[in-house]
């Protein structure tokens, strides 16, 4: 960013902030004449008092909004310099290069002789130079990036053997193509990042406008139509098609595909789910967040990326943690470590389920930092963004934390409605049930229960077996029922989770 900077105060105030400058390794050279003096008669600017500089401010990140990236970092200077230093005219440079068309050199002469020959032969030998040519049967160690013509002349007068008339060029892109307007690198990324992005936004607010009812979907159907509507407009200037109703035609089927992808397709698919529709709209939004912040500093794609997940991995290998999701699930149901013991793998589970809402949250405030920085959004060392994103990260921990500690509660209440609706008992990491039937193998009179009384006819929830006992679960008193292994037979229920037929 070329930057017309005013420095006030004098000649030594001067001198100070080019020496500032010179630290920083910020080029700047002197205006001419003429450009000082419109700059002094416009900004009514004392000789004696200010002095003005073309500085290159570097900047990093997006070239939209550089010049308020511009701005702050010409207030840093004069805060850091002691000088004052204003920033009066930002001139944004064009660093993106304009793509020239590829074209490779081949040899392709014509035979002495050729012109005496028959027409079909003439025909049929040329067909074959072509379709050579256009193999790489006759290329040349040579390729030139230029206009059809330029790249013509350049190969026959400047091949390193000397001038050559019997050189040609191919192309090796569609740059070459006659009429083809000429794109710069990165358009193409842009484009189509900027067409690709709010079609996924789009399908993920269809998919939840799916799945709601009233305001809610009203609301979800407008923000996909907000959507839709930038990634049509930039699909116009896609560097892909050379007319417009191409463009039309790529833009249909693309939402037309994103909205069957989100839909559904009736025998085909039901369409995406909106729990996975929000997982992979976080997980781009953090991809594309640590991809941002790794353009600024590379430490702080470690920092954001790396760390947070060889820490809850260190975490999760301790054994305080590895039982924590566990033994609150114990606790519900009333139940012993020994009843509900996993193995090492589920213990690793559960902490990594322990502490990764923890870690998400770090990682969400972590990828905002990085997206809102590389659009200018925030200032450098801004200390009222440093205690919003402490704030919002303290929020952020403070509700995981919460969702996850009460995750043994929920677990164990549907635990207690499928054991009296009799359908299947879904699992908690590692622990799981079965209906089974319980037939005593003792007389009744003879049986050592606990927790109640064993009904044969009447399947149960089983957590197996622990220190001698199966341990059953009692619906009708809420508590586990335990019946020591020796005087029972287990058996699957004839219709499971109903009956129990002998």
């Keep these: 960013m070329t930057t017309l900077v005013e420095l006030q105060g004098g ?43 073309w500085v290159e401010v570097p900047v990093t990140g997006s070239s939209w909004r550089a010049d308020r990236e511009a701005a702050w970092r010409v207030t840093e200077l004069s805060k850091s310099a002691q000088a004052v230093v204003y920033g009066r005219l930002f001139q944004r440079d064009e660093t993106d290069r304009l793509m020239e068309p590829e074209w490779q050199v081949y040899a392709a002469g014509r035979p002495a002789g050729d012109a005496a020959r028959r027409a079909p032969t003439r025909r049929l030998l040329a067909a074959g130079r072509w379709m050579a040519a256009r193999s790489g049967l006759l290329d040349d160690h040579v390729r030139v990036h230029a206009g059809r013509d330029a790249a013509l002349h350049l190969a026959r007068h400047m091949h390193p053997d000397g001038p050559r008339a019997d050189l040609y060029v191919r192309p090796l892109d569609g740059r070459g193509r006659t009429g083809t307007v000429q794109h710069r690198e990165d358009a193409l990324n842009r484009a189509l990042a900027l067409f690709m992005g709010p079609l996924f936004a789009m399908a993920l607010f269809v998919t939840l406008a799916r799945h709601t ?12 139509l907000v959507c839709a509507v ?10 892909l098609s050379r007319t417009r109703l191409r463009c039309l035609a790529a833009s249909a089927v693309a939402t037309l595909g994103m909205a069957c992808y989100a839909l559904g397709v009736p025998g085909l698919s039901d369409g995406l789910h909106p729990k996975y529709a929000l997982t992979a709209a976080g997980v781009a939004f953090y991809a594309t967040g640590l991809v941002l912040l790794g353009r600024r500093r590379r430490w702080q794609v470690l920092s954001a990326g790396a760390l947070p997940l060889l820490a809850t991995l260190l975490v999760a290998a301790l ?5 924590i999701l566990q033994d609150g699930y114990a606790d519900e149901l ?4 020994e009843e509900t013991a996993v193995s090492g793998v589920w213990q690793i589970v559960s902490a990594v389920k322990l502490l990764w809402p923890t870690i998400g949250a770090i990682l969400f405030v972590a990828a905002t930092w990085g997206i809102m ?11 009222f963004a440093a ?9 952020g921990v403070t509700l995981s934390v919460d969702a996850t500690l009460s995750s043994p509660q929920r677990a164990a209440e549907l635990l207690r409605k499928a054991a009296v609706q009799h359908t299947a008992a879904p699992g908690y990491f590692g622990i799981s049930t079965d209906w089974t039937c319980v037939r005593p193998t003792v007389p009744a009179r003879s049986l050592n229960e606990q927790g109640g009384t064993l009904s044969p006819d009447t399947p149960y929830l089983s957590f197996g077996v622990a220190d001698g006992s199966v341990v059953l679960w009692n619906p009708s008193a809420e508590q586990p029922l335990r019946v020591p292994a020796g005087q029972v037979k287990l058996l699957l229920p004839g219709k499971p989770g109903r009956t129990c037929t002998l």
């Design 230 to 239: 930038p990634a049509w407009w930039t699909a116009f200037a896609l560097p």
């Design 319 to 323: 054994p305080l943690t590895g039982r």
């Design 373 to 383: 920085r590389y659009f200018h959004f925030i200032r450098p060392r801004s200390l």
């Design 387 to 395: 205690i919003c994103a402490a704030l919002f990260l303290v929020l």
């Design 11 to 53: 000649r030594p105030q001067w001198e100070k902030a080019q020496r500032r400058l010179d630290e920083l390794g910020w080029p700047c050279h002197e205006l001419t004449p003429k450009e000082r003096r419109v700059a002094r008669r416009d900004l009514d600017a004392d000789p004696a008092v200010s002095e003005f500089r």
């Design 213 to 224: 009812r009233s305001t809610t979907a009203v609301v979800c159907w407008f923000l996909a």
């Design 334 to 337: 009333s139940l012993t470590p």
